[in-house]
């Protein structure tokens, strides 16, 4: 093998290093991980940030329920209710999205399951860029 063969060998075992050991790390959480939870059970059709995929992006979502609640448990427990059986009733972020995109189906979760999630999609706004400044705005985005 010449060296150049060799560096290109090294670069691509450590590329394939790289995402095992995060799914090592994911497994050996023994709490629920509401990201792994949205991973699996949302992302099919929630993007993080925008642009949408077939729903509603998280983010301005999540900047949404935090203009209109400001309880963080408050907030948690509403959404886990609208995650369980969303109803045109318990839409709190984008009534229009409805139209948009149709009404969200149930996703059938364990208790735990619900709480972990809804917990991650509400720390989604607080958690970085978006956060309560000017780019909180951005849930216009959802509105279109
Ligand atoms: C089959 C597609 C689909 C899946 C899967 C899905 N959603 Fe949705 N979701 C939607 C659509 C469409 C809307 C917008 C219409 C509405 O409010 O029902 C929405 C809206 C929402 C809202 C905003 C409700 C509001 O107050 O306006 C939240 C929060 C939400 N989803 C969270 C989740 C979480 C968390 C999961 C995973 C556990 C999930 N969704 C899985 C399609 C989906």
New binding site residues.
């Given amino acids: 093998m010449n060296h150049v063969e060799k560096i290109l060998l090294s670069g691509l075992l450590l590329g394939l290093s790289s995402p095992m050991s995060g799914a090592f790390s994911q497994t050996a959480s023994a709490a629920v991980d509401g990201k792994a ?2 991973d699996k ?2 992302s ?3 993007s993080v940030a925008p642009p949408p995929k ?3 992006p998280i983010i301005p ?1 999540s900047a949404r329920y935090h203009q209109k609640i400001s309880s963080r448990s408050e907030g948690i427990k509403r ?1 886990a209710a ?2 369980k059986s ?1 109803s045109e009733d318990k ?4 009534p229009q ?2 139209a948009r ?5 149930p ?1 059938p ?1 364990g208790d735990g399951e619900l709480t972990a ?2 917990t991650w ?1 509400w720390d989604q706004n607080s958690s970085g860029k978006w956060g309560q400044g000017p780019g909180a705005g951005r849930g216009d985005c959802i509105k279109q």
């Fill in positions: 939870v949205f059970n949302c099919v059709c929630h077939s729903a509603p979502i959404m609208f995650i969303p839409v709190l972020a984008d999205a409805i995109f149709g009404m969200m189906p996703v979760l999630v809804a999609v």
